[in-house]
């Protein structure tokens, strides 16, 4: 049987990375079936283009995963397969937490013929070969604990995903008429993949507004250090036959969850050589140690994302977040910058405590920051999070099923100290300040002395997040774009070239000394 994996168009960042989900459950699948993987995201496909596509491969079965952002793009699609007399199973965070809606038991229309709850490593296998024998089941659970809680998946062992031979052009971050010029700068930048990988699952936090604790549980699991550095040694060896740029994401929910732990991965992976370029997301409160950003910079850490969410300590509290602390900020940012490492920052407005002007504010603080790339977003009440259940009590929420009109940047509840509208001006005002022409001048110049493959790297990462994230922009708002940016990018350019020239020349005139004479 040949099964169809497909990860739907989230609608913001089309072509960002591709997700685990999918090379996960393609090793897990038996070896008998054939498996194609599309991400919406990174190769886009009408619902008409993907139905002739499932007929054209004979696709017996699709699996759709889906967030809560992109769940009702993925209702459509799955509508559309079905229709065509092709079976749907569902599956993720949003599936898990409202399987009656994917079945059509709420009242609404069923758009699933099947839903996997809760992590599929273990329930996969099952729902393949029932699919292939024709008695697919409803629902597939995992099994249940003494406690009458979801039995989580070991990573030991870990599940192979062959790196070397999967097809990685389709999540290529360099776009195809860029890259003959991007190749010519030399060390395979006309090729540069991002690739996800994890080393552990679960978060003890429990953090009002999050969704990872319901869906992995707080019961961390490791992989082993082996299995990590073994996986890193495989993606060293695929970039160096690409001839290409190969960087990992690290998509663990906090991946300095139990410090000691990452420090014995992170020395283990120096010592291996399995370094490459690498992005995790690690909280606030746990980037102190001067030890562990030490080893992060020497592992080849490069970014990492936290989740500030507020410059107000009281917003903090409101949403159980009170170990991340924004007094600390400013120390944690200079202590990575220290490192050439910098952080992708994330603020949430429309919290209890936001009032008109919030922007200005946060903008302010972090433009005295060590300079980095804030992500900007609103509060939003995912189903079956403490958040959601709060504001649904309190009558608050607007949208109660915001995810089937999904709206970027509109609030699906009402703020208590600011209308929707106004949250959504702020939201605006932020990315627009944070991403100026002027604003990604002031960041270099905070960050002249650094080298400068490091300064090349920040704007691009600069001009790369305001291209995909707000509003995700075409060809010619790219073009306004870099034109607009044009003096940072025609100096830097002028110095990197300089640069290359000069490393150039010394390779040569070393290679002409180590010529013996005759």
């Known amino acids: 049987m040949k099964i169809l994996l497909y990860n739907p168009d989230n609608g913001i960042t089309r072509n960002f990375m591709p997700h685990l989900w999918m090379f996960l459950l393609q090793s897990l699948t ?11 995201n990174a190769k886009a496909m009408t619902r008409e283009e993907l139905v002739r596509f499932c007929k054209d491969e004979n696709i017996g079965l699709v699996g759709i995963g889906a ?49 996997a709850l809760g992590e599929a490593d273990e329930t996969w296998h099952l729902i393949v070969n029932d699919a292939a024998n024709g008695t697919l089941k409803e629902t597939y659970t995992p099994e249940i604990d003494a406690k009458g809680n979801d039995k989580k998946p070991s990573l030991q062992p870990y599940p192979h995903i062959p790196w070397e031979t999967l097809d990685l052009d389709q999540f290529s971050l360099v776009p195809k008429f860029l890259q003959p010029v991007m190749s010519k700068l030399g060390q395979g930048w006309g090729k540069f993949f991002v690739v996800p990988i994890e080393t552990g699952r679960g978060c003890p936090y429990g953090c009002e507004f999050c969704t990872v604790t319901g869906f992995f549980g707080d019961s961390i699991r490791f992989r082993t250090n082996e299995s990590v ?105 200079d202590g990575l910058a220290r490192r050439n490492i910098f952080a992708i920052t994330s603020f949430i407005f429309g919290m209890d405590n936001d009032t008109v002007g919030v922007a200005k504010r946060t903008v302010g603080e972090i433009d005295s920051w060590a300079p980095g790339l804030p992500v900007f977003g609103q509060l939003t009440p995912f189903p079956s999070t403490p958040l959601y259940t709060r504001l649904q009590e309190a009558g608050r929420l607007h949208r109660p099923k915001h995810w089937l009109e999904f709206a970027p940047f509109v609030m699906a509840h009402n703020p208590l100290k600011m209308t929707i509208e106004d949250a959504k001006v702020e939201t605006f005002d932020a990315w627009s300040h944070s991403y100026s022409p002027e604003r990604n001048a002031e960041a270099l110049e905070m960050i002249k002395h650094a080298p400068i493959e490091t300064r090349i790297g920040h704007l691009v990462a600069r001009l790369f997040f305001r291209g995909i994230y707000f509003p995700q922009m075409g060809k010619m708002a790219w073009i306004k774009l870099l034109f607009s940016n044009r003096k940072p990018i025609l100096s830097l350019s002028k110095e990197g070239f300089k640069t290359w020239r000069n490393a150039r020349k010394r390779r040569k005139k070393v290679a002409a000394e180590a010529v013996p004479t005759v």
Request: aromatic share 4%; charged share 30%; proline share 5%.
């Open 67 to 115: 967030m809560t952002r992109m769940v009702a793009r993925a209702y459509r699609v799955a509508d559309a397969l079905r229709e065509a007399g092709i079976p749907v199973v569902m599956g993720g965070p949003h599936v898990t937490e409202c399987p009656d809606e994917a079945l059509g038991k709420d009242g609404g229309p069923r758009h699933a013929d099947a839903v």
């Open 229 to 333: 550095v073994e996986e890193l040694l495989r993606l060293k060896a695929r970039a160096k036959q690409e001839k290409g740029q190969i960087a990992v994401f690290f998509i663990d929910d906090n991946l300095a969850i139990n410090k000691k732990r990452l420090k014995s991965l992170l020395r283990d992976m120096i010592a291996a050589g399995a370094t490459l370029p690498w992005v995790a997301q690690i909280s606030a409160n746990l980037l102190g140690d001067d030890e562990l950003v030490d080893l992060i910079a020497e592992a080849g850490g490069k970014w990492i994302f936290i989740g500030m969410e507020s410059i107000d300590p009281a917003n903090m509290a409101d949403v159980n977040k009170q170990f991340s602390k924004p007094s600390d900020y400013k120390a944690v940012l």
């Open 30 to 40: 038996p070896k008998e079936h054939e498996v194609i993987l599309i991400d919406g």
